[in-house]
């Protein structure tokens, strides 16, 4: 089957996503500077998860412009990914609402590490679907140096979230940083 309705379902889902986030902040009760210093750690993870929800949108743009079809197992992976990325205002809002403490600073990184992993089941079923190793997509992303570093970096942050929150904070801005240059590998096979 073509691509055009998994294509428009995820755009429509991750539009949704976004636009929960932002309808879950708090607007300040009065008009001065101070009441948006209560607000402050709710913006900064918003940022922070709409950059990361952009990037999750550019790429799976870039992923499904590579491939002519979908198949029933892309599809069920592509409902995988969009599970885990609709987890995100809930970890958003949780993370910014406690001033980003150590277990919800976790649960933000056990969401964009199981984001992370689901990426590849989805890619596998899509390289599966149009032709195999031999196809487009699979010669773009043989080599994933970003995926795999993000999914360390990920873990790493989990974990370090219980010792020093902003050291996991600063791995998942790290991690965001990595993936702002949409992935260029399936731009050059496919300019080929």
Do not use: C
Not at 155 to 166: D, R, S, T
């Amino acid at each position: 089957m073509g691509k055009g309705r998994m294509e428009a379902f995820s755009d429509g889902v991750l539009a949704v996503i976004i636009t929960i986030m932002v309808l879950e902040m708090k607007v300040p009760h009065a008009a001065d500077l101070a009441a948006l210093a209560p607000v402050l750690p709710v913006f900064l993870v918003y940022v922070l998860s709409f950059i990361y929800l952009a990037i999750y949108w550019n790429n799976h743009h870039h992923l499904l412009h590579a491939v002519e079809r979908v198949s029933g197992p892309a599809m069920w992976a592509n409902l995988h990914l969009l599970f885990w990325l609709s987890l995100i205002p809930f970890v958003t809002g949780w993370m910014g609402e406690n001033h980003y403490a150590a277990l919800p600073t976790a649960v933000y990184g056990v969401v964009l590490l199981a984001s992370a992993l689901a990426w590849q089941p989805l890619q596998n079923a899509l390289i599966a679907a149009n032709g195999g190793a031999q196809s487009k997509l699979a010669r773009a992303v043989r080599r994933d140096f970003k995926g795999k570093l993000s999914v360390v970096f990920y873990a790493a942050a989990i974990g370090l979230a219980f010792v020093n929150q902003w050291i996991a904070d600063a791995l998942y801005v790290l991690v965001a940083i990595l993936w702002l240059v949409p992935d260029r590998r399936i731009e050059r096979v496919l300019s080929e």
